[in-house]
């Protein structure tokens, strides 16, 4: 009697190697977006206005134990953005200046890169480690939605990475 070997099959022919689908799987786990960050977060935005003194920034970032700031002209419309980097550089190039006499808008960065709620996490993450910035304000419209730092998109994608390991471990299992 002569046996015949046969491949045995779990479920349908799958064309994919397994590497492939946990490649397609990895890339898929990317999904997340500047809204899914802020969903989870919330909306809070702490701002100040470019009259403002820069002791004042310093107090309510304090106050608020963050690292940056919007600036909102007095329609609430974003027209800067500082942070400690910009107070840094700008009492070490003006070592002179007063805080109680230095506006917001003399050491805000004007040129805010901004996201959107539909922004892909990993599209942020190259606009932070391009641009050498931790925070990037979420925009719908004019007006600003949220706040993302980098420690936000680090949490997110701790937590997608433990669920992917948790997929693929379960994979794995069977």
Same mark, same amino acid.
């Given at each position: ?18 590497? &492939?689908?946990?490649?397609?799987? *990895? /890339?898929? @786990?990317?999904?997340? $977006? ?6 989870? +977060? ?63 808008? &003399?050491?805000?960065?004007?040129? *805010? /890169?901004? @996201?959107?709620?539909? $922004? ?6 190259? +606009? ?47």
């Amino acid at each position: 009697m002569v046996s015949k070997k046969t491949t045995p099959h779990f479920g349908h022919e799958n064309p994919h190697t397994h590497s &492939q689908s946990v490649e397609a799987a *990895v /890339v898929n @786990a990317y999904k997340g $977006t500047a809204g899914t960050i802020l969903a989870d +977060k919330g909306h809070e935005v702490v701002s100040v206005r470019p009259v403002d003194s820069i002791r004042h920034v310093v107090r309510v970032m304090y106050d608020h134990k963050i690292g940056s700031v919007v600036v909102k002209d007095q329609n609430g419309h974003l027209v800067g953005m500082l942070t400690e980097r910009d107070l840094v550089m700008g009492f070490a190039t003006h070592p002179d200046e007063d805080p109680d006499n230095t506006r917001a808008d &003399q050491l805000m960065t004007k040129e *805010v /890169v901004t @996201a959107t709620s539909e $922004t892909p996490i990993l599209e942020i993450l190259h +606009k932070m480690s391009e641009g050498r910035f931790r925070h990037m304000p979420v925009v719908d419209g004019e007006h600003i939605a949220g706040m993302i730092s980098i420690g936000d998109v680090v949490k997110f994608r701790l937590r997608e990475l433990e669920y992917e390991a948790l997929k693929l471990k379960q994979m794995i299992v069977g």
